[in-house]
């Protein structure tokens, strides 16, 4: 049973991973053409409006997903009757962003808002039509399949993009590549998910799922709208070109943290809801995954912010230089967020979901308060200040709560990240240094540093041989055996 789950846990990292660092290859190809094409203006727009999208995605899966990966063995009614409450949902929210699109525009003065939030909102629809479909190929840990159809409906949407935003068609563009970056994996899960919903809606299975899934839907709620209150008071208090730097520098820093992240979530909470039972063996996996992801984005973060300048012309041009700073901060509170999934997943597989939606509340408002009042007392500075101060006040409470339900202490696991978190900070103080004493140009520069953190961080992790270093090691000969079986 151990190596079975192991093996499909390799599988789904394999998988996971390269749908994700595909799309992410997608997302820098579309970032460095579509930057060129649209403006700042055009993404503030679509960036002022993420808020309310992602609360109303939040709304119609309300934790119901969670509850249906969590359940050992959900029956042919608990999916039908998740099925059909998700397509009340979305008529429900869909009317209600509908009538409130005029008072948004309103709020941000831009009336074209109004127009964009409406067609925006079908995407509501097309959530809803599959979210069960993709919530079986999870559980089922099928992420071959996922990971394909992710990236071609990513490389079909890009195109269409490219081409009407060639065509001038600006914030539409982007509205469309959304559309279609839903819309196609939806119909592809329902012609290749056999499941298909009976006409019942069973208040039984509703109930059940809903005791665990409510406070999934709260803590994912708050969650939610903590991670984008930043772009609400930005688009408020500020114009949507600086909506627009911002959101920029959010994206290139998520294509990181969110990509990584999004690789070992997807696989760890089936994973962890299998050993739930195994609080030992929780907690070792807890740390294996921990160290594993510490060893890969603590120095790539620290790569990105010392090579952000150059990066940012490359890929996007001269114009989007102010984007730079916001995208410097960001990539430090992403050293957090790539981690965040890993405890968070853990507390809910554990079937804690009570528990989580409380300890939510109370982080979420420390990290409210702190960007809010950032943004009164320093302006976008001390919002910036704020986020990060989110994210890492998040982490911790995070690992307390593993530290009290699982068994893996807080004090363990900052040890176990604190050999690595060292080494990056100290490689990229040195890197730092030699360029400030070279004087050499910006791209000669760039190419130095990351040349010199690399030697660096491999020979320390020859030479000291740090445990993360070891675990990443170790799972080498089970990805071989597995590329060379495909």
């Given at each position: 049973?151990?190596?079975?789950?192991?093996?499909?846990?390799?599988?789904?990292?394999?998988?996971?991973?390269?749908?994700?660092?595909?799309?992410?290859?997608?997302?820098?190809?579309?970032?460095?053409?579509?930057?060129?094409?649209?403006?700042?203006?055009?993404?503030?727009?679509?960036?002022?409006?993420?808020?309310?999208?992602?609360?109303?995605?939040?709304?119609?899966?309300?934790?119901?997903?969670?509850?249906?990966?969590?359940?050992?063995?959900?029956?042919?009614?608990?999916?039908?009757?998740?099925?059909?409450?998700?397509?009340?949902?979305?008529?429900?929210?869909?009317?209600?962003?509908?009538?409130?699109?005029?008072?948004?525009?309103?709020?941000?003065?831009?009336?074209?808002?109004?127009?964009?939030?409406?067609?925006?909102?079908?995407?509501?629809?097309?959530?809803?039509?599959?979210?069960?479909?993709?919530?079986?190929?999870?559980?089922?840990?099928?992420?071959?399949?996922?990971?394909?159809?992710?990236?071609?409906?990513?490389?079909?949407?890009?195109?269409?993009?490219?081409?009407?935003?060639?065509?001038?068609?600006?914030?539409?563009?982007?509205?469309?590549?959304?559309?279609?970056?839903?819309?196609?994996?939806?119909?592809?899960?329902?012609?290749?998910?056999?499941?298909?919903?009976?006409?019942?809606?069973?208040?039984?299975?509703?109930?059940?799922?809903?005791?665990?899934?409510?406070?999934?839907?709260?803590?994912?709620?708050?969650?939610?709208?903590?991670?984008?209150?930043?772009?609400?008071?930005?688009?408020?208090?500020?114009?949507?070109?600086?909506?627009?730097?911002?959101?920029?520098?959010?994206?290139?820093?998520a294509m990181a943290s969110q990509s990584i992240m999004s690789v070992m979530?997807?696989?760890?909470?089936?994973?962890?809801?299998?050993?739930?039972?195994?609080?030992?063996?929780?907690?070792?996996?807890?740390?294996?995954?921990?160290?594993?992801?510490?060893?890969?984005?603590?120095?790539?973060?620290?790569?990105?912010?010392?090579?952000?300048?150059?990066?940012?012309?490359?890929?996007?041009?001269?114009?989007?230089?102010?984007?730079?700073?916001?995208?410097?901060?960001?990539?430090?509170?992403?050293?957090?967020?790539?981690?965040?999934?890993?405890?968070?997943?853990?507390?809910?597989?554990?079937?804690?979901?009570?528990?989580?939606?409380?300890?939510?509340?109370?982080?979420?408002?420390?990290?409210?308060?702190?960007?809010?009042?950032?943004?009164?007392?320093?302006?976008?500075?001390?919002?910036?200040?704020?986020?990060?101060?989110?994210?890492?006040?998040?982490?911790?409470?995070?690992?307390?709560?593993?530290?009290?339900?699982?068994?893996?202490?807080?004090?363990?696991?900052?040890?176990?990240?604190?050999?690595?978190?060292?080494?990056?900070?100290?490689?990229?103080?040195?890197?730092?240094?030699?360029?400030?004493?070279?004087?050499?140009?910006?791209?000669?520069?760039?190419?130095?540093?990351?040349?010199?953190?690399?030697?660096?961080?491999?020979?320390?992790?020859?030479?000291?041989?740090?445990?993360?270093?070891?675990?990443?090691?170790?799972?080498?000969?089970?990805?071989?055996?597995?590329?060379?079986?495909?």
């Open positions: 049973m151990a190596d079975s789950l192991k093996q499909k846990a390799v599988s789904g990292m394999m998988w996971t991973a390269f749908q994700k660092y595909s799309t992410m290859g997608i997302q820098f190809i579309s970032g460095i053409i579509l930057a060129r094409l649209l403006t700042p203006y055009d993404y503030g727009c679509i960036g002022m409006l993420t808020i309310f999208m992602v609360l109303a995605e939040a709304f119609i899966d309300g934790g119901f997903g969670a509850a249906l990966i969590q359940k050992k063995r959900p029956s042919q009614d608990d999916y039908s009757t998740i099925f059909f409450w998700n397509l009340f949902m979305a008529v429900v929210l869909y009317a209600v962003l509908y009538a409130c699109a005029p008072a948004i525009a309103r709020f941000y003065k831009i009336p074209l808002l109004s127009k964009v939030l409406r067609v925006q909102g079908v995407i509501l629809f097309i959530y809803a039509f599959n979210i069960v479909q993709r919530n079986q190929l999870q559980k089922r840990m099928n992420f071959k399949v996922l990971s394909i159809i992710t990236l071609v409906s990513a490389t079909i949407a890009l195109g269409v993009t490219i081409v009407m935003a060639h065509k001038g068609f600006g914030v539409w563009a982007l509205v469309t590549q959304y559309i279609l970056v839903a819309a196609i994996p939806a119909f592809a899960f329902w012609f290749i998910v056999k499941w298909r919903p009976k006409l019942v809606f069973s208040w039984a299975s509703f109930k059940e799922l809903f005791s665990f899934g409510f406070y999934m839907f709260l803590t994912n709620l708050i969650n939610q709208f903590s991670s984008q209150i930043q772009g609400l008071l930005i688009g408020r208090y500020y114009n949507a070109s600086t909506m627009g730097y911002y959101s920029k520098a959010q994206k290139t820093e979530t997807q696989v760890t909470f089936p994973l962890y809801a299998e050993m739930q039972h195994d609080l030992r063996a929780l907690g070792n996996t807890i740390k294996r995954i921990t160290m594993t992801l510490s060893y890969f984005a603590f120095p790539l973060f620290f790569i990105l912010i010392l090579l952000a300048k150059p990066l940012f012309i490359i890929l996007y041009s001269e114009r989007w230089l102010q984007s730079v700073p916001y995208f410097q901060v960001l990539c430090i509170a992403g050293l957090a967020g790539c981690l965040h999934g890993v405890n968070i997943q853990a507390i809910s597989a554990i079937g804690k979901s009570k528990i989580l939606f409380g300890w939510t509340v109370l982080k979420r408002i420390v990290g409210l308060g702190a960007v809010v009042l950032g943004l009164v007392f320093f302006g976008m500075k001390g919002l910036l200040v704020g986020v990060v101060i989110n994210y890492w006040f998040a982490y911790f409470v995070n690992i307390g709560m593993v530290s009290k339900y699982v068994g893996y202490k807080w004090y363990r696991q900052v040890g176990d990240l604190l050999p690595v978190l060292i080494a990056s900070v100290v490689i990229a103080a040195i890197c730092y240094l030699i360029g400030y004493w070279l004087h050499l140009s910006m791209y000669a520069d760039g190419a130095v540093k990351l040349i010199i953190y690399l030697a660096l961080y491999i020979g320390w992790s020859v030479i000291f041989k740090p445990e993360a270093f070891l675990f990443f090691r170790s799972i080498i000969p089970n990805i071989m055996k597995r590329v060379k079986r495909k």
